[in-house]
């Protein structure tokens, strides 16, 4: 049996997963599209080869009795209502992030979706699905190193756009490290400070970068994330966490070791593109195969929604230099 | 358009390729099969959920109006009969290794591919297809450490079953070398010597265990291979390319690095399956792929035929003591 | 010429240097000793194969008109009294640390000698002798990195004597790294906050661990220390310096690297002595060859007065959970 | 007790022991020197402060009642006369090698200590005081790779003075392979074999670089060492001990660790003289130990005579191109 599958918006995303899903994963099949620009999606559709029909609208989508499950790979303040719409057409739905503009949008979806009693969204987080932070959350799972107590974290980018400024490193860079660190430790933030370093001469005038970001967790674990978006010496993930019998460390992306020029090295991504290439097959295969298996199993509404709040203390944080606390209701047990 | 695929020998392997080409790759379908075992063959078709036909033996299967291409996958001492039929029934033909069992065979298919005018068989060589030997590849040829001079080699098993003896050395686990470091020097060997070093303790009487086998190739590159099958810490592949102007090593396998009981350390695989695991995906990715364009480009009966004719000097040489010659008829341009 | 050298205590750090200046290191030679268990002191002398007098007491030595020059490596209630009447005798003295038991005590060493008007005192921080510190610093003043922005630092333990307190954490652990990383980076401290996370159950129960201490210097530089003295790995000092075009790290202990037993490893020492063990002799080399040369080099009276308030301020901080600042005073033109 | 040492020959080798046994090392002072140019000896000695005596020549300084020990550093075929007289005098000499211009002259130094009843001579093989070596040492006599089967070894360096020739590859760079592995497997050589592989275009037209040579020791060890004197990159030493229960490998260098221009780097060096400059430390100290201790256990003259022995048999090789018995004697009980 083949998903039938429709994708809301067909920009460069959208493109991607339409041909991901035809081309590279199995099981499903793009039937129906969307996008504000009907003739660029037409035209996209040609390009990948594609017999999908290009709908009205994301909502014409969702109710076409012909697809069975959504991407929603729009214009960020259109996935809040995409996404309503398909719980309410009892369609499952994968959002990419952010799943809505503020915690409040995030927490109506995660509303809609307990009233329909079933899980139905999936969150595009792709790191849980990256297979270097699947075998460092084996190494914890398994005991190896004891109970985790701190993780040195650290998000560099190259360079980044002249529009990217000092809230986006929460929104845009950040957003990741609040998905997969709480997937990583099972733990939910409690309290966030935000510290600025002395400013990179590399980074634009309106940009504070670098910037570390402290958190303390419910169980006490100690987090710091270094995001410096204008390291210029390549895109570069790093995580460690510190146990109370030893210490595991997300795996350098696998290079050619080279003796060269007095050098030992090894090559360092600069695209960030690159680094999550395979987790992007990965975390879509999965969505493809819970939907057809009847159980959602990735990154939640309930995710999405407490990425939102965390990242929301953030920005606050960045601007009170206080210690902000991080208030997350408890977890419905339907998220369990 | 999907590839409808014909699999002979429905034993381990091609379980795993009716798997493979149903749920992992993409644009390819098995529609029959047929093993000596017919009861067999239908129970594992059973266990894989395929509606695959049974056909009555494998030439049924290459002759199946359904069938576009075939797998080999059978006892080895059929693989040049089915190999040969299915070029006289002009079908494209995946054949593990090995391809025939003598350089004679090999060169019978060879024969009967280039009177067909048509490229039509690939070899089931998979490290063509690593991430690993590819990067290894470009450094090479994007000139980073000038031209190769010396290649170091390692081929290491924890242990082998009791029946692998000291020929097996070469046949069951040097023929990838063999092949592999021919596609990634892109030269012959010209001449071969084998040295056997004091005897590990660890290995049965009957093997002589660990190897090294020396080539010189026609450009004058000298390898050497390591073969040490009872090596006990891992399976660990290692190539080490020495060129004019640096050195490039095959990456070891990505893992998490630990800090733990006073080391600081990554895990090394142990078991074979593990290590090549995403090449064979890519490898028959490629032969689908490259069936649809209508053009194969993996290893080609010439590479199986240059492999076989290297084995045969080796076990000379493991005899002999001597520097044996390696006689590779040139290469016809048919290949080229 | 040999430096006659007394030495005030013959405990086992005083004993460790009578061997290191006799045997090990050039130029010096240790002729009077002290202690306050005289016979002791003898009975040390004898197995360390030394002529030197045993003086009444460390006033006693520091007058001897036989010695040269005064190590101090007494109780540490005593360093303060020894190094002034040092001074005032006008005699060079390597005092051990603690310089003081407080910033004042510290202070009055830095009055003490400007008023003398030539630099007399060296305390005992070796960690700027460190080859691999030294090599970092070589990096950083090369421009190599570019403008230091973050230290991302570690001090871990495997385990602790039971009468290690929280405190302890900053006087006898982090102290190190107080002085080597203003050295490092050539600045000064601005604030500390220091957050506790979640307690290793490997800790006795009065001993908050780990710690971690974060850092504002004058310059903007934001640094975190991780203080882990119950880690049970080993002893692992690590510093990565993260500047505005690279960052660098200070160079593991170099090992064997083994491959066995599913692992490629290399070994992480667990007795702090054997990490800076040549770094001892590379400092009291240092000394001795200033004392000759007749200008001082090494880490300064005004050296131990910054580190003093610096750890108090860390102890504050420690209490309060705030950040608090660190109030050095202008550097003296008397230390540039 | 100060030894006091007599230095023939003030080159650069004699001014850097000359430097070293004063300023560096504890025990020793040079008091006599000689050299062919005897101004030059006085003015090697003003530079270095130094007021020891120049003797008219080599055997006056030998003579010299003044003199416990010499250290020849003289012209290479000067080396036999000297230590034969040193000998003769009772004296212990540490001889740079080469002990002396051929096999048999080394065998005339070993029959004259044999006949004088005690060990006087040492080689100045320095490799055997890395720390590095020692430490893979330890590996192998501690059991933790069971018996070693293989060794792959590489002696690399970035490029070679015009006058270097091909016969230079084994008298100059792998004698001290020669020696280091006899040493660290504690066994001998039974054969040798030199493979050529394709030259290296940065190498002069009159040396073939790089080259393979192939040793079989007693015990049945297979040894493999790359000689590659231009190959550009770096002064690079390898050494890989296959045994039967793991591998254990020389450590690298320790080196800064950089990120920067999308490489994760550490260095290598490139001068020689920087790889062993703490062994050459090590060595003489022990030297200057070992003769106040009344029993030398440095590199003995039997040690410089089976170096000897295998290079002349490794030039042999290198021109049959066959391989070339390795005919030691069997070792003196005086030896063990």
Redesign the interface.
């Known amino acids: 049996m083949t998903l039938k599958l429709g994708v809301i918006g067909t920009g460069a995303i959208g493109q991607e997963h339409i041909r991901r899903c035809n081309?590279?994963?199995?099981?499903a099949k793009v039937v129906a599209v969307s996008d504000i620009n009907a003739e660029g999606a037409k035209a996209a559709l040609q390009r990948l080869n594609s017999d999908a029909d290009v709908c009205e609208d994301g909502f014409a989508v969702i109710q076409s009795p012909n697809v069975d499950a959504v991407l929603v790979t729009s214009w960020d303040p259109t996935h809040e209502a995409f996404t309503l719409a398909a719980i309410e057409a009892g369609k499952p739905v994968f959002c990419e992030k952010p799943l809505a503009m503020s915690a409040e949008g995030c927490r109506r979806i995660v509303d809609a979706e307990i009233k329909h009693g079933k899980r139905l969204v999936q969150v595009g987080f792709m790191r849980p699905y990256d297979?270097?932070y699947r075998?460092?959350k084996k190494?914890i799972t398994d005991g190896?190193?004891?109970?985790p107590?701190?993780l040195?974290c650290a998000h560099r980018n190259p360079t980044v756009p002249e529009n990217y400024n000092t809230e986006m490193a929460i929104t845009n860079t950040l957003i990741h490290e609040l998905d997969v660190l709480r997937w990583l430790t099972r733990d939910d933030y409690k309290t966030v400070q935000v510290?600025?370093?002395?400013?990179?001469?590399?980074a634009r005038p309106h940009l504070k970068d670098?910037q570390?970001v402290?958190f303390?967790t419910q169980?006490?674990?100690?987090i710091?994330v270094?995001i410096?978006v204008n390291?210029?010496?390549?895109y570069?993930i790093q995580c460690e966490v510190?146990g109370?019998?030893?210490?595991?460390?997300?795996?350098?992306?696998?290079?050619?070791?080279?003796?060269?020029?007095?050098?030992?090295?090894?090559?360092?991504?600069?695209d960030w593109k690159d680094r999550f290439i395979e987790a992007y097959d990965v975390e879509l295969q999965a969505f493809i195969n819970d939907v057809k298996a009847g159980q959602l199993t990735g990154p939640s509404a309930w995710d999405g929604f407490a990425a939102s709040v965390a990242a929301d203390a953030c920005i606050k944080a960045q601007k009170s230099g206080a210690i902000e606390p991080i208030e997350m209701p408890a977890r419905p047990a339907f998220y369990n």
Chains 1, 2, 3, 4 share one sequence.
Request: aromatic letters at 4%; a negative charge; charged letters at 30%.
């Open positions: 081309n590279v994963l199995e099981g297979a270097g075998a460092l190494v190896d190193i004891g109970e107590l701190m040195h510290v600025f370093p002395r400013i990179s001469s590399k670098p570390i402290l303390e169980k006490g674990i100690r710091d270094e410096f390291c210029t010496y390549g570069d510190v109370e019998e030893g210490i595991a460390r997300l795996p350098e992306p696998s290079s050619v070791q080279l003796r060269k020029d007095a050098k030992l090295s090894n090559t360092i991504l600069v």
